[in-house]
């Protein structure tokens, strides 16, 4: 039992990495039908930015000899890290996609991966091939509950996950953007028609989706703390399958189906050599997807693409 | 002059569908442009909201200004030209009260949005009952009622209405119209295009016929209704 609890702890970090990544391909595709295959790149892009972020916050309070404690620089280095990543989104949109909006589906998503090895081996021309090391602003400290051994990374990892995801599930719900959002997702064609700037809503939705990106590359980078150009590719493959998996523009279904893939990951590799984990693991998924081809949720649309 | 339109062409992949079309709407007026299923109704809607591109040489002015400088969007949000496309085309994911607010999105006017919100649950007191409900379960009729209550949230200058009767019973068509009646006095005007050429005459105070891309004909409802091209073409005879 304690060895069970024991991975569901590790299950929840890894599903907190994945279900945030495929948030951010989950929307984009529900509102643009439009695969983003840059997006494991922007979580890429997202940890070097916290990392930059959070190395220009230490010099600066050095500097300026200001003692600010290490919890504080890493919760301001995640809400500027964000905001400027969603710049990258938004960036990636404009001049990626927008202007392939009409243009056949295949085209956009060779943009995605173009945009993504761009992002890549930009990053490689700007920083050189040495990997860079994320500053550990917080000492791991590991606490024994009832035999499970639990660190404050891996509950910081989890708790600030969950936040995002219940912020993103209200402002989709309850504002008028989000509302905008969803009315995309079902009938994209027709909105314009309500006075609402559809570009606007789709650079919002690539802005919220790095954003998101963004924190789950600075909460890897706590964990995880070596950084490399490469990193966002494999990351960026499972978050998109969770975000299909959990259907058609759910946030709720990828949210759950990311915490999934890391379950099926952590309990595979507790049965099985960790060699084989992705081999059992995506087995698994691919036999989850033959029962239930549409995902999980999956919002209902509108197969009108006229007016 | 609210609406003008001159010389309006416009082509899908290289086919004319409309070949210079003119007409014009004052204030306060209810039009209608009647013709057969193709001859460029819908697509006359869609110009005027800036959903499809029109020709070079294409005049339009609405309340003196340039129709071709706004965006599909600004068309509703900053000139009050409303449009509810054929199929209603709701949004079956949100509730009826979030169909209804959608259209305020780029609204700033508090007071008045809860006017028009009190003003069409008035007029379509099914709607209130329901504001709860996803878009997607309302009945035929509802989903018109629905349909035009979003448009007339979104901007009430000008209603564009893309066949509102299709699919409705004899009865349900009737309430609709005595409903868009009340809009009008409300200081809507209004332009439908209609299949149901009977109806949409009666309803409306004058029309224009389209055929094949062109206005061929034009006068007030009742002129029309008594013509015998009209009624030998659209009125059975």
Redesign the interface.
């Known amino acids: 039992m304690v060895f069970f609890f024991q991975n569901l702890v590790n299950a929840l970090q890894w599903g907190s990495f994945y279900a945030l990544i495929a948030l951010g391909y989950s929307m984009v595709y529900g509102i643009l039908m439009l695969f983003n295959f840059a997006h494991g790149d922007i979580f890429m892009v997202g940890a070097y930015i916290g990392f930059g972020v959070a190395t220009g916050i230490t010099a600066l309070a050095s500097f300026g000899a200001i003692a600010l404690p290490n919890w504080l620089i890493l919760v301001l280095t995640i809400i500027i890290s964000m905001f400027l990543t969603s710049f990258v989104g938004i960036l990636v949109e404009r001049l990626g996609y927008r202007p392939l909006r009409e243009a056949p589906r295949a085209s956009a998503a060779i943009t995605g991966l173009m945009i993504g090895i761009i992002l890549e081996t930009g990053n490689l021309a700007l920083l050189g091939a040495k990997r860079v090391r994320f500053p550990s602003l917080i000492e791991t400290s590991t606490y024994n509950i009832g035999g499970v051994f639990v660190t404050n990374k891996k509950i910081m990892i989890v708790v600030v996950s969950l936040l995002l995801m219940f912020a993103l599930h209200q402002f989709v719900r309850r504002t008028?953007w989000g509302?905008?959002m969803?009315?995309m997702?079902?009938?994209y064609?027709?909105v314009?028609?309500?006075?609402?700037?559809?570009n606007t809503i789709a650079a919002m939705t690539f802005a919220i989706g790095s954003a998101l990106a963004a924190a789950a590359g600075i909460l890897f980078g706590v964990a995880y703390p070596v950084l490399d150009p490469y990193m966002g590719i494999v990351f960026g493959w499972k978050a998109f399958v969770a975000a299909i998996l959990g259907g058609r523009g759910s946030i709720l279904g990828a949210t759950l189906a990311g915490f999934l893939l890391g379950f099926i990951e952590i309990f595979v590799a507790m049965i099985f050599p960790s060699t084989l984990r992705d081999l059992i693991a995506y087995s698994i998924i691919l036999l989850i997807l033959a029962f239930r081809p549409h995902g999980f949720f999956g919002?209902?649309?509108?197969a009108?693409l006229r007016? | 002059m609210l609406l003008s339109v001159k010389n309006l062409r416009v082509s899908y992949d290289n086919i004319r569908a409309l070949h210079g079309v003119d007409f014009q709407i004052g204030e306060g007026e209810i039009v209608c442009i009647i013709g057969a299923n193709g001859a460029g109704k819908s697509t006359t809607l869609?110009a005027i909201?800036r959903?499809?591109p029109v020709e070079e040489g294409t005049e339009m002015t609405f309340m003196d200004q340039d129709l071709l400088q706004y965006?599909?969007?600004?068309v509703?949000?900053k000139l009050g030209i409303?449009?509810v496309?054929?199929?209603r085309?709701l949004?079956?994911?949100?509730t009826i009260m979030?169909n209804l607010?959608?259209?305020?999105?780029?609204?700033k006017d508090k007071e008045k949005i809860k006017e028009d919100l009190e003003r069409v649950f008035d007029i379509f007191p099914r709607l209130e009952e329901r504001k709860p409900q996803k878009s997607?379960t309302l009945s035929g009729g509802e989903q018109q009622m629905l349909a035009i209550g979003?448009a007339f949230m979104?901007?009430r200058k000008i209603m564009l209405l893309d066949e509102p009767s299709m699919g409705l019973a004899p009865l349900l068509m009737l309430s609709m119209f005595d409903a868009l009646k009340e809009l009008n006095k409300e200081g809507a005007t209004i332009l439908l295009v209609e299949q149901n050429a009977r109806m949409a005459l009666q309803f409306a105070q004058r029309g224009y016929v389209l055929e094949s891309g062109s206005l061929v004909l034009e006068g007030s409802s009742e002129e029309l209704l008594a013509n015998p091209e009209v009624k030998n073409a659209y009125l059975g005879g």
């Open positions: 008028k509302m905008a969803r009315a997702a079902f009938d064609v027709v314009p028609l309500m006075g609402v700037p559809i919002e209902p649309y509108s009108r007016l | 869609r909201s959903m499809v965006s599909a969007d600004k509703v949000s409303s449009h496309p054929e199929g085309r949004f079956g994911n949100l979030e607010k959608l259209a305020t999105f780029a609204r997607g979003r979104s901007g």
